[in-house]
């Protein structure tokens, strides 16, 4: 069973850039029909999907989140990584990698991300 793990600071200031990795285990990202994404839920909301990757690299984002978000992946560690840049306090949240096959979903954990000076 695909395992993933998320990775990245927990504090980010204002303007700077958001960098999160998630590392996957248990299966390849390069397999075939995988859908690797990140989503995130602010404070006291739900959950916002950001954007994914695909088995074979392609990426889609969000609209609202597109100009900002850059989503990639490194075949050789398993992993694939988010950025966001320019933050602001509004990025605030948890931080979920998921990866979605058919009907199946797997999720990690989750990371606190805090935008904050």
């Known amino acids: 069973q695909v395992q993933l793990q998320e990775s990245g600071p927990g504090l980010v200031k204002p303007s700077q850039t958001l960098s999160l990795t998630c590392t996957v285990s248990?299966?390849?990202?390069?397999?075939?029909?995988?859908?690797w994404n990140w989503i995130r839920q602010p404070p006291g909301k739900g959950l916002e999907w950001m954007g994914v990757i695909t088995y074979d690299g392609n990426t889609y984002y969000s609209p609202s989140l597109k100009s900002r978000t850059s989503i990639s992946r490194d075949t050789s560690k398993n992993q694939f990584s988010l950025q966001v840049s320019s933050v602001t306090p509004e990025d605030t949240g948890v931080y979920y990698c998921k990866a979605v096959l058919d009907a199946r979903n797997y999720w990690g954990q989750g990371t606190q991300v805090t935008v904050s000076s």
């Open positions: 248990g299966g390849s990202i390069t397999t075939s029909y995988y859908a």
